[in-house]
């Protein structure tokens, strides 16, 4: 079946790992305490703090809160508030210029030529719709997001799971056969096949744990559509 579809991972696929790890999270950090108390009468914030408490089963003053939070981040956990609150603190540095999104070359090339194509791009991610929305809107290259018909996060179930997927392609309305599902993590693409996806590992470097059950490529130069 001709694929129609190209879902994506953003970290250690479209976007550097360090870029993740050594810029976007260490921002976040930084400016998550002054950020929390700075916005703690607004709606969207105070949900987020209110479902982190929930969660953590923490005390209700706001830097119980941030503890937690800053502890999540030292985990890398992938909690929903967590990474709602992330996306907001992000785009005040987008919009500053302090943050500019990475993008491998070859990705940008691809996602374009696979949009102009006529195909049908997602995003799928642990980080919220909004931080990829953040990300994909103040690359290098300018905003890309008008490439994306929509983007999932972990609202719709964990990336490990076939589920997530199964919902996915619900959403979109394809059938698996016709979606390609790019990751650099194998559970991730073990679950998208699960679903019915056609799948391909993206391994950028040796920090990624190569998956034989999965195609690999190093770039998206070397993904054929046509061979899937």
């Keep these: ?3 129609e579809a190209v879902v994506t991972d953003i970290e250690g696929t479209t976007t550097s790992i360090s870029f993740v790890h050594d810029v976007l999270f260490p921002y976040a950090k930084r400016e998550l305490s002054g950020f929390v108390h700075a916005n703690l009468q607004d709606p969207n914030v105070a949900s987020h703090l209110a479902a982190t408490r929930d969660l953590a089963g ?5 830097d119980a809160v941030v503890e937690v939070l800053l502890g999540w981040i030292e985990e890398d956990r992938k909690a929903t508030p967590l990474k709602a609150l992330q996306g907001l603190i992000w785009e005040a540095g987008y919009r500053s210029g302090e943050l500019k999104g990475h993008l491998y070359e070859d990705a940008h090339d691809y996602l374009r030529r696979w949009w102009e194509a006529g195909l049908k791009l997602f995003v799928f991610s642990s980080g919220s719709v909004y931080a990829q929305r953040l990300l994909f809107g103040h690359t290098t290259h300018g905003d890309l997001n008008p490439w994306f018909t929509g983007n999932f996060d972990t609202t719709v179930g964990s990336k490990k799971e076939g589920a997530s997927y199964g919902e996915i392609l619900s959403r979109i309305g394809k059938p698996g056969a016709s979606v390609l599902f790019l990751s650099d993590v194998g559970a991730e693409l073990d679950a998208a096949r699960e679903a019915g996806m056609k799948t391909i590992q993206v391994v950028r470097d ?14 998206f130069d070397q993904i054929s559509l046509d061979s899937l």
């Design 1 to 3: 079946m001709t694929i």
């Design 58 to 62: 923490c005390g209700e003053s706001p």
């Design 206 to 219: 040796s920090m990624t744990t190569p998956a034989p059950a999965h195609a690999q490529v190093t770039s």
